[in-house]
Nanobody, 120 residues
Framework: QVPLVESGGGSVQAGGSLRLSCVAS????????LGWFRQAPGEEREGVAF???????NYADSVKGRLAIPKDDAKNTLYLQMNSLKPQDTAVYSC??????????????WGQGTQVTVSS
């Protein structure tokens, strides 16, 4: 079983909303920490949001108040709810599991990535 499978990317105008989904295998979903990262063209990958097993969440300053990282334990699914999108949110978004916070290299499992494009 593929550890992480993402869906939900697409194109939207500035101010719009998108919800990304990441379906995890049972083992990866039970990881201590699940997160979302993104990589814009020509930029390094950066952490966007993460949630740990205690329900603690943290967000990058650039997305606070606009993005949320809910999850559905019954479906082994992590979400990234994105509201009030801006053109600078354009990037490939990837979910990750079995890591720590925003420490990219600590994550052992990665999804394939999904493109989000926000037009002005």
């Amino acid at each position: 079983q593929v550890p992480l499978v993402e869906s939900g990317g697409g194109s939207v105008q500035a101010g719009g909303s998108l919800r990304l989904s990441c379906v995890a295998s049972a083992n990866t979903y039970s990881s201590y920490c699940l997160g979302w990262f993104r990589q814009a063209p020509g930029e390094e990958r950066e952490g966007v949001a993460f949630i740990d097993n205690d329900g603690y969440t943290n967000y990058a300053d650039s997305v606070k108040g606009r993005l949320a990282i809910p999850k559905d334990d019954a479906k082994n699914t992590l979400y990234l709810q994105m509201n009030s999108l801006k053109p600078q949110d354009t990037a490939v978004y990837s979910c990750a599991a079995d890591g720590v916070g925003f420490v990219e290299y600590s994550y052992n499992y990665w999804g394939q990535g999904t493109q989000v494009t926000v037009s002005s």
